[in-house]
């Protein structure tokens, strides 16, 4: 199941059926099935204060994804931050809705096993998320 759910902002516009079917087709082209998933939408602060408190960063970032995965099921809980989608969407030259749509696929593709840390891995995430994108 996935569930959509909100701390401190409004939800963002999207058709939340269409969104979690797409999720679906994503995760199967990886081969893993989807469990529980919970959307927080929240605001930088919020993101802020669960980087500090869960690992240790002090910074803002768009996603934190945390992994509950169990064999070729993938199940987590996907704070983002709405404030740093919007700010992100305008340095990268995207619609906020294209952004948004990025990084709710992103944490799915970090269940999935796709890491974006490491050499060369930011670029195999790009591709990742563009070909999914494309599924949308």
Not at 50 to 59: A, G, W
Request: charged share 25%; glycine share 8%.
């Amino acid at each position: 199941m996935i569930s959509y759910q909100t701390e401190g902002v409004k939800m963002p516009v999207i058709k939340r059926r269409a969104v979690s079917a797409w999720v679906k087709a994503v995760a199967a082209t990886y081969g893993k099935k989807v469990g529980e998933i919970a959307y927080i939408f929240c605001d930088d602060e919020k993101i802020l204060e669960v980087n500090r408190e869960y690992l240790q960063h002090d910074y803002y970032t768009d996603i934190i994804t945390f992994d509950y995965c169990e064999g070729d099921t993938i199940s987590g809980d996907l704070f983002i931050s709405l404030d740093t989608v919007k700010s992100n969407s305008e340095l990268v030259g995207a619609t906020y809705e294209q952004e948004l749509f990025r990084v709710i696929i992103h944490g799915i593709l970090h269940l999935c096993g796709i890491n974006d840390k490491g050499p060369g891995e930011r670029e195999i995430m790009e591709a990742c998320e563009n070909k999914a994108l494309a599924m949308l």
